[in-house]
């Protein structure tokens, strides 16, 4: 008998997270949909009538909430296939010396202790579910490679690349796989919460180029859950053709 795939995503409100629930239930995955804002989280349901949905109103950062979300999942959610940990933000495009210390609190407070939350939470419930079980982080280019603004946002994605290797190797033998999925420029509402609003900022920022879509990264998503169980990408660097690195910088009397 077929395996019933259930998939928990955060952040599922927007962007990627709202994208990906899309592509899952195309292909008649039951959702565990999360994120603050209920009143999207109630549309996604109503739009999604083809397959199972729960919803649940969800800060990654508070952890008893994450804890009790999970233990609380109904029985047919409850045996979880992928943990798509999506849910993330850079605040503060502006160089480090301009930046509020709350600003970078709480990029690390939903980039990395969020993340961490979410995956401590269901991990038993994925080591259960066992071969093919997937854990998709996701990263950034951020976390890889530097740039002027992105000090804590880009620090904080270095970390969701290496948390991933290294839960890979105390996964090892589990069946469970885990992959840093790290997307370039995308259009979202990414920028405009970034920039705290700046709906001119953030146009500017994607007018006159090909950045990837939301779609785009939701179609990696499901490509890498739907492997065969033998196969983990352990990352995914994925940016638009249209972008590319810059030069090293170099200050001149
Ligand atoms: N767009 C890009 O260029 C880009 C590139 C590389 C990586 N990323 C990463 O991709 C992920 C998704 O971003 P996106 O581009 O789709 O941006 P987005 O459209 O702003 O979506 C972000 C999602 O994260 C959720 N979220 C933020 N803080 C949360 C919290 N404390 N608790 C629960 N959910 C929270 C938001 O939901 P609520 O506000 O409703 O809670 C929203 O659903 C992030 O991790 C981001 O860092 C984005």
């Given amino acids: 008998m077929m395996k019933n795939n259930i998939a928990f995503i955060t952040g599922a409100t927007s962007g990627f997270g709202r994208a990906a629930a899309r592509r899952f239930a195309q292909d008649g995955w039951s959702l565990v949909l999360s994120g603050r804002r209920m009143e999207r989280l109630i549309e996604l349901k109503e739009e999604l009538t083809d397959v199972p949905v729960h919803i649940i109103q969800l800060d990654v950062r508070d952890e008893e909430a994450v804890q009790q979300a999970v233990a609380e999942l109904p029985a047919e959610f409850a045996q979880v296939k992928l943990l798509l940990n999506n849910a993330g933000l850079a605040l503060a495009p502006q160089g480090a010396p301009q930046v509020e210390l709350k600003d970078w609190h709480t990029m690390i407070d939903t980039n990395i202790k969020g993340l961490v939350n979410v995956t401590h939470a269901l991990l038993p419930r ?128």
């Fill in 126 to 253: 994925l080591i259960e579910t066992g071969a093919g079980a997937t854990i998709l982080n996701v990263g950034s280019i951020a976390g890889q490679w530097p740039y002027p603004g992105s000090h804590v946002y880009g620090a904080s994605k270095a970390f969701v690349k290496q948390f991933s290797y290294n839960l890979r190797c105390d996964l090892q033998g589990t069946g469970v796989r885990v992959t840093d999925l790290a997307p370039g420029i995308a259009e979202t509402e990414f920028t405009l919460v970034r920039t705290k609003g700046d709906q001119q900022a953030s146009d500017n920022l994607y007018n006159g180029t090909t950045p990837l879509s939301a779609e785009d990264i939701a179609e990696q998503m499901f490509y890498i859950a739907t492997l065969p169980d033998h196969i983990n990408i352990n990352r995914v660097e994925v940016m638009p053709t249209r972008q590319a690195w810059s030069a090293f910088a170099i200050d001149r009397d």
